[in-house]
C-alpha cells in the first residue's frame, strides 16, 4: 500500500515486471499495470515516462534477443533511471520514498471489488481466464503459466476478492506444476490454482504425482490448445515459416493429441474434460469442494 500512497502523491503509474515472483492482488490492494511481454509494446508503455524508478527488480529488458530488434526497453539518453536495488530492504526503500513524497497520509489507488461477468459456451482463452476469475475463492495462490491462453487473466482478476498470483520469472517452461507444489505445502488451507498452458506443463507432468501423493489441495487447469502457440509467435517475428516442415512439426502437440485426462488418472488425479463454460464452471465448483488434486483439461478454440 506504501507504493500505492506514493504513485497517488506524485501522479506516477506503478507498474510490475510481466514476468513477476509475486504480487499480492485483488479487491482493497494496489492498482499495478502489469508492463507488456513484447519487446515493442513494454517499451511503448514505458516511453510515456520521463523518469522510470526501480525497486526490487532490474531494469526490464526483453525477454529474448531479437536479431535488429529491440532488447533494451528503457532509453537512457531520453530518461532519467534510477535503480533502488542496492539494498535487501525493499520495504524499507518504499517507506524512504513514502516519507520523502509525503504520501503516508494520502488515499493509496486500490482495486474495487468487481469480479468478471461469467461468459457462456465453447472455451476460448479469454472465456478461461474470466471463468477461472470468477469462481477463484478468497486467498486462492494463482500459479499462472497460462502463456498465451491467459493473456486477459490480469485484467479480468483485478477486482477478485484478495489472492496471491504467481507467474513465470523467465524463458525456461514447465514451472507451473512444481511451483503449485510447493505453494500448496508452504500454505495449508489455501486453495492452489495452476493455469497451465498444455506444453509447459509436458515438462514436468510429474508433479501430478507428487500432488497425488502428499493430498494437496491444487486444481490444475490446462489450456489445452494442443501447440506451443507463443513459440509460433516468436517463429512469426523472426519471419520465419509456421506452416508445413519441421518447424511446424515442433510446435504442434496434436500428433499424437496428448491425453491429460488420462495422465492425471495415471498418477491417481482424479480429472476431466471440458469443451464449455458451463461444463468447466461445474468440474471447477467440484474440484474446489474437494479435498486433494484435481485436473480440468480445458479445450480451446
Not at 476460448?124 to 481466464?129: H, Q
Request: charged content about 20%; overall charge neutral.
Amino acid at each position: 500500500l506504501r507504493a500505492s500512497r506514493v504513485a497517488s502523491a506524485t501522479g506516477c503509474t506503478l507498474m510490475c515486471e510481466n514476468a513477476f515472483a509475486r504480487v499480492e492482488r485483488g479487491s482493497g490492494r494496489a492498482k499495478i499495470q502489469r508492463l507488456a511481454y513484447f519487446p515493442a509494446d513494454a517499451q511503448k508503455d514505458l516511453a510515456k515516462f520521463q523518469v522510470v524508478v526501480v525497486v526490487g527488480c532490474r531494469v526490464p529488458v526483453a525477454m529474448f534477443g531479437y536479431a535488429d530488434g529491440i532488447s533494451h526497453l528503457v532509453d537512457y539518453e531520453k530518461q532519467k533511471v534510477f535503480e533502488l536495488n542496492d539494498t535487501e530492504d525493499f520495504a524499507g526503500v518504499i517507506e524512504y520514498l513514502e516519507n520523502k513524497t509525503a504520501a503516508s497520509g494520502v488515499e493509496p489507488r486500490l482495486n474495487p471489488i468487481a469480479r468478471p461477468k461469467m461468459p457462456k459456451g465453447l472455451l476460448t482463452g479469454a472465456k478461461l481466464s474470466a471463468a477461472i476469475a470468477a469462481t477463484q475463492p478468497e486467498r486462492a495462490i494463482i500459479i499462472d503459466e497460462s502463456l498465451t491462453s491467459g493473456g486477459q487473466y490480469w485484467d479480468y482478476s483485478a477486482g477478485c476478492p484478495p489472492f496471491s498470483h504467481l507467474t513465470l520469472t523467465g524463458g525456461a517452461i514447465g514451472i507451473g506444476p512444481p511451483m503449485a507444489v510447493g505453494a500448496a505445502v508452504a500454505c495449508p488451507g489455501r486453495r492452489v490454482i495452476n493455469f497451465q498452458a498444455d506444453g509447459s506443463g509436458m515438462y514436468t507432468v510429474q508433479a501430478l504425482w507428487t500432488q497425488q501423493r502428499e493430498m494437496l489441495d491444487i486444481v490444475t487447469v490446462i489450456c489445452a490448445n494442443q501447440k506451443y502457440q507463443i513459440l509460433k509467435i516468436e517463429l512469426t517475428k523472426q519471419k520465419l515459416p509456421t506452416v508445413g516442415g519441421a518447424l511446424s512439426s515442433l510446435t504442434d502437440l496434436s500428433a499424437p493429441a496428448i491425453d491429460w485426462v488420462h495422465l492425471a488418472q495415471g498418477c491417481g488425479v482424479k480429472a476431466a474434460r471440458v469443451k464449455t463454460v458451463e461444463e468447466f464452471v461445474s468440474h471447477m465448483q467440484t474440484a474446489l469442494a474437494a479435498r486433494g488434486p484435481y485436473l480440468i483439461e480445458a479445450i480451446l478454440m
